[in-house]
């Protein structure tokens, strides 16, 4: 009988909490590529605001997943998850260990439980469903509706985020499926995953996003915005739309002054590391440790020890 495969070490956190100078200390320590869960660093020229690895920094750890696409091109994260499970499977073919490195939960969730294979859905039966909904009673009966065809899900919504509820009958509607049948169908991941989220005391890691923020501000963000719509850039493109290019592109167009975007790109980054703690507080079989803790130590906790 075969061994079971080790589990791939994976390391998670909230923006700014030093993630790169782990990574970096897990890959010496470990023999390791690293493979970014990073949805931004994904994309060229997008260097600045996403805090990207430095030149040097990928030199002393080959990345994955840094660099790879073009503004132009989409990136979704079950097209990630595949080519991480490949690349896992090569970098460990090559006598390597695969590092996961990142904070793009979506990317995180896709890699390690699966997405399911959902059909896209035309605009024309969202918009039924939204006419439906601006009714007298429409939330009412959206909700009773769907705790008629897929009661599993109407259990896990609450019945006052109506996108979710339409989102659930949207896809009934077109395919005669419930969400959770398709939940139920999506196959497993190949690879299994132990996984490390690093933490700060919540001042001490608000005061290095803010931090964070002010240096990508003298590195140059607004340059580097600012020559991406030279070039072009359409700022609805989605990975234009997040943290710290939103706003960047509202200032250049007139629609901030240079403090109010300094403190908008502060303030949400700070909402969005809220977020992300909440997401990894729900996976129950995560370790965590402080950021500054001991690479060896950290090595232990992902089960390879040096």
């Not at 909230?14 to 993630?19: D, H, I, L, N, S």
């Not at 439980?113 to 009966?141: F, H, M, S, T, Y």
């Not at 402080?290 to 992902?302: Q, R």
Request: aromatic share 6%; with cysteine; hydrophobic share 35%.
């Amino acid at each position: 009988m075969s061994t079971p495969a080790r589990p791939v070490p994976t390391v998670v956190g909230p923006t700014a909490v030093g993630k790169t100078a782990m990574s970096l200390a897990l890959a010496d320590l470990l023999d390791a590529e690293i493979l970014s869960a990073d949805s931004r660093q994904v994309y060229r020229g997008l260097d600045v605001g996403t805090a990207k690895p430095s030149a040097a920094a990928r030199r002393r750890a080959r990345h994955h997943f840094i660099d790879e696409k073009d503004l132009s091109e989409d990136f979704s994260a079950g097209q990630f998850a595949e080519a991480a499970h490949e690349r896992i499977d090569a970098i460990r073919e090559r006598g390597r260990e695969a590092l996961v490195v990142g904070g793009s939960t979506l990317y995180v969730h896709a890699l390690q439980e699966g997405l399911a294979d959902i059909p896209d859905v035309p605009k024309e039966v969202r918009g039924r469903l939204n006419r439906r909904l601006e009714e007298d009673d429409g939330a009412e009966a959206l909700f009773a509706r769907l705790q008629e065809v897929d009661p599993d899900r109407a259990a896990k919504l609450d019945a006052t985020k109506t996108h979710q509820v339409i989102r659930a009958l949207e896809v009934y509607d077109h395919t005669g499926h419930t969400l959770t049948h398709f939940h139920q169908q999506q196959p497993e991941p190949p690879h299994d995953f132990r996984t490390v989220v690093l933490r700060r005391d919540r001042q001490r890691l608000y005061d290095r996003i803010n931090r964070r923020v002010d240096q990508m501000l003298s590195d140059g963000l607004v340059e580097e915005v600012r020559a991406l719509r030279e070039r072009g850039a359409d700022r609805h493109r989605a990975p234009l739309r997040t943290i710290g290019y939103r706003e960047v592109f509202e200032f250049l167009d007139g629609e901030h002054d240079r403090a109010e975007m300094q403190r908008l790109i502060k303030r949400n980054s700070r909402r969005y590391a809220k977020r992300q703690l909440t997401w990894f507080r729900r996976c129950d079989h995560y370790e965590w440790t402080h950021a500054d803790t001991p690479a060896d130590e950290v090595a232990e906790l992902l089960g390879r020890a040096s």
